[in-house]
């Protein structure tokens, strides 16, 4: 856990929100029509604690994060995979004198470098999941 999350945590618990809460309640009677009370408008909340919503948080960062790096190993599969439906294997068999080919002799080492970039890429999220799993 971070300093500034622990410090969030420390002025979070520390508040005195009862207090506050009182004085809501008196000035939100004095404005309700007769017959109505403070205590129509209250809703039963889940209490959780601060850290049980900082771990929801991270868990849903984390479920995204998964996400992002499904969709990136899909694209890097796609531009430069291995098996015939790649775009570099269908450059790599290109009949001659066809745009394929043409492309194929002035693109394929940038396809290769924007594909172990976005696998770079991918390693470093990998990279933020495991350390938030140990922070």
């Not at 500034?4 to 520390?14: D, G, L, T, Y």
């Not at 599969?77 to 290109?94: E, F, M, P």
């Not at 001659?96 to 999220?125: G, H, N, P, Y």
């Amino acid at each position: 856990m971070s300093v500034f999350q622990k410090r969030f945590i420390k002025v979070v618990e520390a508040a005195n929100v009862l207090d506050d809460m009182a004085d809501d309640k008196e000035a939100m009677a004095a404005t309700l029509d007769q017959g109505a009370s403070p205590t129509d408008y209250e809703v039963n909340a889940p209490s959780l604690s601060t850290k049980d919503v900082l771990k929801q948080s991270y868990e849903m960062q984390a479920g995204e994060l998964q996400q992002w790096i499904s969709e990136i190993d899909k694209f890097v599969q796609y531009i430069n995979g291995d098996t015939d439906v790649s775009i570099q294997s269908k450059l790599h068999n290109a009949s001659c004198d066809t745009m394929f080919e043409k492309i194929a002799s002035s693109e394929s080492k940038k396809i290769a470098r924007v594909a172990s970039e976005l696998s770079a890429l991918v390693q470093s999220f990998k990279g933020y999941l495991i350390s938030g799993k140990n922070g």
